[in-house]
């Protein structure tokens, strides 16, 4: 396909995806009610805590405009089955039988482990708000900007997802044969203290327990992966020896 060919393929995949993207915005804007509630649940449990805390809209359309945001939002995680395959049905046809098998389920499995992340992450939005406003001090109420909590969640739904690709990243690696397993061994003691750290800075709680529940789940992941890039290598190293017997030719 000439070059001009594979532009105007980007540019209609492009278009698809966004419009699916703008008819699930629609859905996530009629849904924006009990998305919403989800999303001011954290701070009412703190209300109901004694920790007198609500939701302040400065300015005059800062409410349609975090409605707006919300829909988009909902829309982007709503439709990502649907611009996941756009940009798979783009790169497809310039893939090899092996190499379309193996993309497709980086894209199978992407989607679960993202999913996780964020379920993990709204787990723990609730203990997030819990801890940030109890050091309002007693009489006070706290008014916390909408824009600044709406990034908040969403930057924290972002950081576990996207931690949660980890073990996607390591097999991709392996698989393109710029990372052995055995790299991957070696550095697990490293890899290990560097998810712990990341589960602290990420956990909102102070407490030790709640970082260990998130480490955790991370750890399993990076093992399997690891273990998933042994049996690579070993289907790397036994094709390299069949193709290097002259016996077998």
């Known amino acids: ?37 989800a999303l001011q649940a954290p701070i009412d449990a703190a209300t ?22 919300v829909s988009v939002f909902a829309g982007v995680i709503l439709a990502s089955p649907w611009w996941l395959y ?6 497809a046809p310039g893939l090899t039988p092996v190499e379309r098998r193996r993309a497709l ?20 939005l609730p203990h997030a708000v819990a801890l940030l406003t109890e050091f309002t001090p007693a009489g006070s109420v706290n008014f916390i900007n909408a824009h600044v909590y709406l990034g908040f969640v969403m930057q924290l739904i972002l950081a576990f997802g996207i931690a949660f690709l980890l073990p996607l990243a390591m097999v991709a690696l392996t698989s393109l044969h710029l990372v052995r397993a055995r790299t991957w061994a070696r550095g697990w003691r ?9 589960a602290a800075i990420a956990t909102p709680t102070p407490d ?24 690579l290598d070993r289907r790397a190293v036994r094709g390299t020896e069949v193709a290097t017997d002259p016996a077998a030719s």
């Open 86 to 91: 756009q940009a798979w049905a783009f790169v």
């Open 1 to 37: 396909m000439p070059l001009r060919e594979h532009l105007r393929e980007a540019r209609r995949r492009f278009l698809l995806a966004v419009a699916g993207v703008g008819a699930a915005a629609v859905a996530g804007w009629l849904l924006y009610e009990p998305i919403f509630a």
């Open 208 to 231: 030790a327990i709640s970082m260990i529940l998130l480490a955790l789940p991370i750890c399993g992941l990076y093992f399997g992966a690891l273990g998933i890039c042994v049996v």
């Open 105 to 124: 389920g980086f894209f199978a499995a992407g989607v679960p482990l993202f999913a996780a992340g964020a379920a993990v992450a709204w787990f723990f």
């Open 48 to 69: 109901e805590a004694g920790r007198t805390a609500a939701l302040n809209f400065a300015g005059v359309a800062t409410s349609f405009d975090i409605r707006l945001r």
């Open 190 to 198: 490293w890899a290990v203290l560097g998810v712990f750290t990341f």
